[in-house]
């Protein structure tokens, strides 16, 4: 992206807020119009609720035009800061994730979560682990005055490694939790909620760019599906807030509970990122943008796919749900720890 924002939106800075929200209307729509969701409950293929999906793609496709595949041929420059996010986001954090969600879940909080639910929570916990950010990572490193050429290679490569990593990962951890996924509704959730998004993205791009010019596509076309994105989201999080209205209304607590070990790992990966970046003194427009991005989630994904393997009223899709609720404020935390950390950095 050759401009980015230089502050955050006041959607996405009280985006906690508009969820807390979504969550009471979505709990209210379950408790005295039950009838919405058992009728939306209807409609689903392979056990993909097709208006989720709807809502996703309108959520996932804005966020995928953004991304300049183009800036792969840039992925020689500053190469120790691509590994660093390589090996955080895909050696490193989905196995912290599965460490420290199963420490919690099934030790520390056994008292107030039965085996079942804790092990749904997990599974939840581990796809938002498997799922580095890919869009709102521009908007951390814009705060951090990060390299927006490198933030682009890091989520047009991230992307790209999204399509071969993912479902074996998910797969293995899962798998070792005892967790039976069903290979064709993995695979499917990936084509749908990755593949089939990020080819339209890229044609899109494409084809705006070559009827107009770059600067047109990414400071007009763009920002015209930003308002569509903020409605697609807000509108998914009352729909999985109204399926999951009993599971919330029967255990308030475990938002709490759920939200704590995902908030402890977002601060672990972005320590070992930023502090790897920071021994192989790299500079700090590289070392925010990579700490940044595997500290974040695209939760849209996680969530995704929670719904395709465990259904809309899942504890799983909950736990993907608490994701969105926290990263907001943790990461505007981290934006803040990396602005006042940058005089140690060259």
Known sequence: MSKEKSSISVFQKYLTVWVIICIIIGVLISQFLPQIPDFLNQFEYAK?????????WIMIYPMMMKVDFKSIKNVGKNPKGLFVTWITNWLIKPFTMYGIASLFFFVIFKAFITPNLATEYLAGAVLLGAAPCTAMVFVWSSLTKGN??????????NDL????????????????????????????????????PLIGGMLTRFLVIKKKDTDYFENTFVKKFDGITTIGLLLTLILIFSFQGGVILENPLHIILIAVPLILQTFLIFAIA?????????????????????????????????????????????????????????????????NKTKKHFK
């Open 274 to 338: 930023y502090l790897a970046c920071k021994l192989l003194k790299l500079p700090h427009n590289i070392a925010a943008p990579a700490g940044m991005i595997g500290a974040s989630n695209f939760f849209e994904l996680a969530a995704a796919v929670a719904i395709a393997l465990f259904g809309t009223t899942s504890p799983a899709a909950l736990a993907t749900t608490v994701g969105v609720l926290t990263e907001v404020p943790v990461m505007l935390f981290l934006v803040r720890i990396a």
């Open 161 to 196: 490694i999204i399509l071969v990593a993912f479902i074996p990962i998910v797969k293995f951890l899962l798998g070792v939790s005892n967790v039976t996924v069903p290979w064709d509704t993995l695979i499917l959730s990936v084509i749908l909620f990755v593949v089939i």
């Open 148 to 157: 927006p050429a490198y933030t682009v290679v890091q989520v047009a490569t």
């Open 48 to 56: 993909v609720s097709i208006p989720m999906a709807i809502l996703i």
